[in-house]
């Protein structure tokens, strides 16, 4: 398992920016499918986006699309999701998320054994 932690949530008014990051831990980063999932009040976790180990493979939520973008850097073990235009229904806990399953891509909430412990993004309207 990697170990995850996520920094970069806050409070942000709408149309605004942030960025989140997660750093993992262990040598094999570049093995690992990451995901960012979210969290909020009331309501399900939900997937936001996911990004391949090579970056081959990308998914974005229909509601973040041109919007949020996923990026990783191998080298330094970080996954980022840059967040634009946001919107108060975007309020929620931000996670971030790790898999390294073989076979074919695969980006099912219960795909992804490591999880990080959380970031809050408040979307003020």
């Known amino acids: 398992q990697v170990q995850l932690v996520e920094s970069g949530g806050g409070l942000v008014q709408a149309g605004g920016s942030l960025r989140l990051s997660c750093a993992a831990s262990g040598r094999t980063f570049s093995s690992y499918t990451m995901g960012w999932f979210r969290q909020a009040p009331g309501k399900e976790r939900d997937i936001v986006a996911a990004l391949s180990g090579s970056g081959a493979f990308i998914y974005y939520a229909g509601s973040v699309k041109g919007r949020f973008t996923i990026s990783r850097d191998n080298a330094k073990s970080m996954v980022y999701l840059q967040m634009n235009s946001l919107k108060p229904e975007d309020t929620a806990v931000y996670y971030c998320?790790?898999?390294?399953?073989?076979?074919?891509?695969?980006?099912?909430?219960?795909?992804?054994?490591?999880w990080g412990q959380g970031t809050q993004v408040t979307v003020s309207s």
């Open positions: 998320a790790a898999h390294r399953r073989l076979g074919s891509w695969t980006i099912g909430q219960t795909d992804f054994g490591s």
